[in-house]
């Protein structure tokens, strides 16, 4: 079956920290591949995505490459602040599966001054 | 403003009371879709609608009920609550199913006694 699995959180780092979050999947066919961010008492909004094998998605400072080889997703971010803590959730999209989006169970990443 | 709007928040009702959340958006979208998000789950796509008078189960659609008349509204109803229901739950929608990049509402809590 479609399923994506992330690092369990929470991820506690200092201000101006390199971070990583892993994300593999497990997907038939050619999926696209997102992450999305959610703050405190918020819906979640999309951070970047990729849609094909080694395209890498950015947006903030985040960054994220697709990996087909070892079905990966990392989202990186070289130097962290206080404003990035948040949920953080790696998902798949199918298009033959209804438009549905298939996601991971959410890293909540804490940043501390 | 862009936006997807759900209604209401938060809402503590008791088991076997019917209740309808609300969503509507302002974007002239295409797709609707409703997820619950549940701790160390993430997020469950509970029904979806490519259009008007088009709607289809996801992956966890027991217990929920949706119409899709308008293009912008797309309520949520629930028959009969009953505690397993207790969930945070979200509308989102996309231009079109085929483009993941989905636009979620800020999120209804829903707790069922």
């Known amino acids: 079956g479609n399923s994506v699995t992330q690092m369990e959180g929470p991820v506690t780092l200092s201000e101006e920290a390199f971070l990583t979050i892993n994300c593999t999947y497990t997907?038939?066919?050619?999926?696209?591949l997102f992450w999305y961010v959610q703050y405190p008492g918020e819906g979640l909004q999309l951070l970047l995505k990729?849609?094909?094998?080694?395209d890498k998605g950015s947006n903030k400072g985040f960054e994220a490459t697709y990996r087909k080889e070892t079905t990966s997703f990392h989202l990186e971010k070289g130097s962290v602040q206080v404003s990035d803590s948040a949920v953080y959730f790696c998902?798949?999209?199918?298009?033959?599966?209804?438009?549905?989006?298939?996601f991971g169970q959410g890293t909540e990443l804490s940043v501390k001054p | 403003e862009a936006q997807v709007t759900q209604n209401p928040r938060y809402l503590i009702t008791v088991t076997g009371k019917k209740l309808t959340v609300t969503c509507s958006q302002n974007?002239?979208?295409?797709?609707m879709s409703w997820y619950r998000q549940d701790p160390g789950l993430g997020l469950r796509q509970i029904y979806y609608s490519m259009n008007v008078e088009v709607t289809d189960k996801g992956d966890v659609p027991e217990g929920y009920k949706v119409s899709r008349k308008e293009k912008r509204n797309f309520p949520l109803i629930l028959e009969s609550p009953s505690p397993n229901q207790t969930s945070l739950y979200f509308c989102?929608?996309?231009?079109?199913?085929?483009?993941?990049?989905?636009?979620f509402g800020e999120g209804s809590r829903l707790t069922v006694l």
């Open positions: 990729a849609t094909k094998a080694d």
């Open positions: 998902a798949l999209h199918l298009y033959n599966q209804g438009g549905k989006l298939i």
């Open positions: 974007m002239n979208h295409e797709y």
């Open positions: 989102a929608s996309s231009l079109r199913r085929d483009t993941g990049e989905l636009f």
């Open positions: 997907a038939t066919g050619y999926p696209s």
